[in-house]
């Protein structure tokens, strides 16, 4: 039976072309769902079981995945009590299928309570509903969600009363006991299965919930009658209907190619799988509607220009492809000082259109800046987590946890350290403060300057300042001016600093003074350090040798590691050497599985790992192999930093 889900009918949200390629093995599918991976990395399972746990009288209907007609009869039945709290209650009506998270039944009277992950503010009067009154774009998924939910329910049940409630977590209340979040654990099961062992029985014994629950009927009510319409030439009960007849159907729906869907779109085949037979909806996608052949697909497109918000409207102008762009097409803007974002632009459609592989640099910018550093240098990188239950007593929901960070030292010999490093592998102790003195040791000895890739660590360091401020910690002053010296405040913070040795954002130097085609506009560490190494001479040379050979020490890997191969002519990517940290997960596959997961870019294999440190049983042998595959990540991070540095300065000619 083809049913249209609530998760396809978010799918055919994002493009109702979708619909067509989901679940079917013959389509490459970038985001491929791993329930147990999720748990680990978002801790949802968490909220859930907490959420449960407020209603002790609910009855669970659980296994027998996609036998709909069975699920839907067994909530049948429970539903003839007069009064009932059921957990994954099932509703099936003429080819629609849902399950909702709670649901609360007296009489005629039904909450319908959907379970998130996520958390608010109450005293945020624009949660949902923006200033200029529309949705807002990152909770509309979920409200169309909750939407599709009640009106399955309606249609089986029109005289219902049906209010609809989300429950997630308060980011203004405190954990009022400690370990609140190791109260619930994860398993897998045989089946592959994510299963869940509570430590606890009743809900009392985990002090005051922080979780707390909206009512939302006024807003779902708005959606299905038509005051927020997803597509402005369809009513929700439309796009309900076209979704489910074409799905139900197996037909292709036919839908406009549009920039933001396309250019995200998670069916697109890559060389090597179109090699191995799988097909790629996105390229059908654009034979059917476009009559593209082989040569448009190999012609650099819009799709690929870094951070174009001007993509949008230029697709809808019918301007696909590098080529027919202008500068005044894209808003270029030349300055005589770093580069601009469309002057970055413009170096990328000119070296595509042309097959320029050239590298671009400022060399007097990047000279510059090189001449204000101060010796030794000294590279940082964090790895970090948010989880929805607090680790301790006072703790908020959603707070930063900094649970490792790596940091190199670069002598001005050329010699390099990797000098320290820290990690928390121990469940359920939060490690901000012990972490922030464990930096401190390891940065306080010398007033060399000190190097970050992009905000997040400055982002952290405010965090742990606040928690400091909040904190009866001995040392809290010692460690709040510490975290001013090396930091800037964030905007709109009430205490303001720039610290002398404010971290310096290698980010921001390649941004500004950079550009190597080989990135095709991506300013990712994983990008930029493989693409650096496949055009510098300098970089291929030295680090094709051992560590002990080049002066460069390491804490994870033997003196006789070598860091630089080459197969067939191609540089291979130092980040595809290291180990799983996840089974035989790689990290592009668990960032692309939790892409719907904020800020997951560039972290999620280390932030998986941490939740499965946290979450799950496993014995003493397992928890070393997992750290000493994190600290190995972490310490690439950083000497990655090192090399593009040395990058810059072989290409700048400084100190010759």
Not at 326 to 335: F, N, R
């Amino acid at each position: 039976m083809r049913v249209l889900t609530k998760s396809r009918f978010k799918l055919g949200l994002e493009c109702p072309n979708k619909l067509f390629y989901t679940s079917k093995k013959e389509y490459a599918n970038e985001k491929v769902s791993d329930p147990f991976l999720e748990a680990l990395a978002q801790g949802g399972f968490q909220v859930e079981e907490l959420a449960r746990m407020h209603y002790p009288d609910g009855i669970l209907i659980e296994g027998n995945d996609g036998d709909y007609e069975l699920l839907w009869h067994q909530t049948q039945e429970l539903l003839q009590q007069e009064s009932v709290i059921i957990f994954e209650a099932a509703f099936l009506y003429n080819g629609l299928f849902i399950k909702t998270d709670i649901l609360i039944k007296r009489g005629n009277k039904i909450e319908l309570i959907e379970v998130k992950s996520k958390s608010f503010d109450p005293s945020n009067d624009n949660l949902f509903v923006g200033k200029r009154g529309g949705l807002v774009s990152g909770w509309k998924p979920y409200l169309f969600d909750i939407a599709f939910q009640k009106y399955v329910i309606q249609m089986c049940f029109p005289l219902w009363e049906i209010a609809t409630f989300i429950m997630m977590a308060d980011k203004t209340k405190q954990a009022t006991i400690d370990g609140l979040n190791q109260s619930f654990r994860i398993t897998q099961t045989a089946e592959n299965r994510t299963g869940i062992k509570k430590l606890v029985q009743s809900i009392d014994e985990l002090g005051e919930s922080v979780l707390n629950r909206l009512n939302i009927s006024e807003i779902i009510n708005d959606i299905i009658n038509n005051k927020y319409p997803h597509y402005p030439n369809l009513t929700f009960i439309q796009t309900v209907d076209l979704f489910k007849e074409n799905y139900s159907n197996d037909t292709y729906i036919n839908w406009p190619t549009s920039f933001g869907s396309c250019k995200s779109c998670e069916f697109k085949a890559t060389p090597e799988e179109e090699k191995n037979g799988l097909l790629s909806g996105y390229k059908e996608c654009f034979k059917k509607q476009h009559n593209w052949s082989y040569n448009e697909f190999n012609k650099p497109n819009i799709f690929e220009i870094w951070f174009f918000g001007k993509g949008a409207k230029l697709f809808d102008q019918g301007i696909y492809f590098m080529d027919e762009l202008t500068p005044d097409l894209i808003g270029y803007k030349e300055t005589s000082g770093k580069l601009t974002t469309s002057e970055r632009q413009w170096l990328q459609i000119e070296k595509e259109v042309n097959s320029d592989n050239e590298i671009y640099v400022d060399i007097d910018g990047l000279r510059k800046e090189i001449e204000t550093y101060k010796y030794p240098l000294h590279f940082i990188d964090f790895e970090t987590s948010a989880v929805a239950l607090p680790f301790n007593k006072g703790r908020r929901p959603y707070e930063q946890i900094a649970f490792q960070f790596s940091h190199h030292m670069y002598f001005e010999d050329g010699t390099i350290e990797h000098a320290t490093e820290y990690i928390n592998n121990k469940a359920g102790f939060f490690p901000n403060f012990d972490f922030i003195r464990n930096l401190k040791r390891a940065l306080e000895n010398d007033q060399g300057s000190i190097f970050r890739y992009s905000h997040h660590e400055n982002t952290i360091l405010n965090a742990i300042h606040e928690q400091l401020l909040d904190s009866n910690e001995a040392d809290k002053e010692h460690l709040i001016l510490f975290i001013k010296t090396i930091s800037h405040s964030k905007n709109g913070s009430a205490i303001h600093w720039k610290g002398e040795r404010d971290m310096i954002d290698l980010w921001e130097m390649v941004k500004n003074y950079y550009y190597n085609p080989l990135t095709r506009g991506s300013n990712s560490i994983k990008e930029v350090l493989p693409s650096a190494l496949s055009k510098s001479a300098f970089l291929m040379n030295k680090y094709s040798q051992k560590l002990e050979a080049i002066r460069v020490t390491s804490r994870n890997f033997p003196k006789e590691h070598i860091w630089l191969l080459i197969e067939n002519g191609q540089v291979i990517n130092p980040y595809k050497m290291l180990p799983p940290v996840f089974e035989d997960w790689s990290e592009d596959d668990i960032e692309n599985t939790l892409s719907e997961i904020e800020d997951i870019a560039n972290g999620g294999a280390a932030l998986t790992a941490y939740g499965k440190l946290q979450y799950t049983d496993m014995s003493a042998e397992e928890r070393t192999e997992l750290t000493k595959a994190l600290l190995k990540y972490c310490e690439l991070d950083t000497l990655a930093m090192v090399m593009i540095f040395e990058h810059f300065k072989e290409l700048s000619n400084y100190g010759k």
